[in-house]
């Protein structure tokens, strides 16, 4: 059974820290784009941060360059975001993707999401 599991996520101070971390099963994440999105209330679906196969390239949106970093674990077969600096806008529910293309398909995986709140 293919399944993406995300931890992590809880109540946080701004300015404070947050280990978000996406667990796969069923599958090897070894090849495929790894992701974070996140969808804050009354607000669309937003790509936060995502990380090549092999780890080496990494994208991140604009709101959070320099304050969130996205890591990968092919042999754990997880993935993570360290987010820093936390600031109330970050409050969302963040999910884990994982997607590749074979053959001209697209296939992806989401995790069921976890909640990030920055509140004092």
């Known amino acids: 059974q293919v399944q993406l599991v995300e931890f992590g996520g809880g109540l946080v101070q701004p300015g404070g820290s947050l280990r978000l971390s996406c667990a796969a099963s069923?599958?090897?994440?070894?090849?495929?784009?790894m992701s974070w999105y996140r969808r804050a209330p009354g607000k669309e679906r937003e790509l936060v941060a995502a990380i090549t196969s092999t780890g080496r390239t990494t994208n991140y949106a604009d709101s959070v360059k320099g304050r969130f970093t996205i890591s990968r674990d092919n042999a754990k077969n997880t993935v993570n975001l360290q987010m820093n600096s936390l600031k109330p806008e970050d409050t969302a529910v963040y999910y884990c993707?994982?997607?590749?293309?074979?053959?001209?398909?697209?296939?992806?995986?989401w995790g069921q999401g976890t909640q990030v709140t920055v509140s004092s």
């Open positions: 993707n994982a997607g590749t293309l074979t053959l001209g398909t697209y296939r992806d995986y």
């Open positions: 069923g599958f090897t994440i070894s090849s495929y784009v």
